[in-house]
């Protein structure tokens, strides 16, 4: 199994970024996609998940600000970052809950991008 993150970078307090994690490998079925975030010297903590079906949770430092969203077809999830704060710098880690081809059950993370939020 591959996570591909992508969309992490530099910006400016106010402004927005996307971030994209895209899975592949033996998975035939993700029922979770999510996104934590670890800052220097904190403990990882969730921003964002969301399942096959819908549903969501936010972290409460992020709700309002940010979206989270997957295309199931393309077992890819989305997380939009809005109104960026300095807070916000961390480096985010996307996580999948999945079954592979024998029914096991599995909760594998990326190597994880850096979002840095400065002026």
């Known amino acids: 199994v591959q996570l591909v993150e992508s969309g992490g970078g530099l910006v400016q307090p106010g402004g927005s970024l996307r971030l994209s994690c895209v899975a592949s490998?033996?998975?035939?079925?993700?029922?979770?996609m999510g996104w934590h975030r670890q800052a220097p010297g904190k403990q990882r903590e969730l921003v964002a998940d969301?399942?096959?079906?819908?549903?969501?949770r936010y972290g409460d430092s992020v709700k309002g600000r940010f979206t989270i969203s997957r295309d199931n077809a393309k077992n890819t999830v989305y997380l939009d970052l809005n109104s960026l704060i300095p807070e916000d710098t961390a480096v985010y880690y996307c996580?999948?809950?999945?079954?592979?081809?024998?029914?096991?059950?599995?909760?594998?993370w990326g190597q994880g991008t850096q979002v840095t939020v400065s002026s």
């Open positions: 969301i399942t096959s079906g819908g549903s969501t």
């Open positions: 490998g033996s998975i035939v079925s993700i029922y979770a």
């Open positions: 996580n999948i809950e999945y079954t592979d081809y024998d029914g096991w059950e599995y909760d594998y």
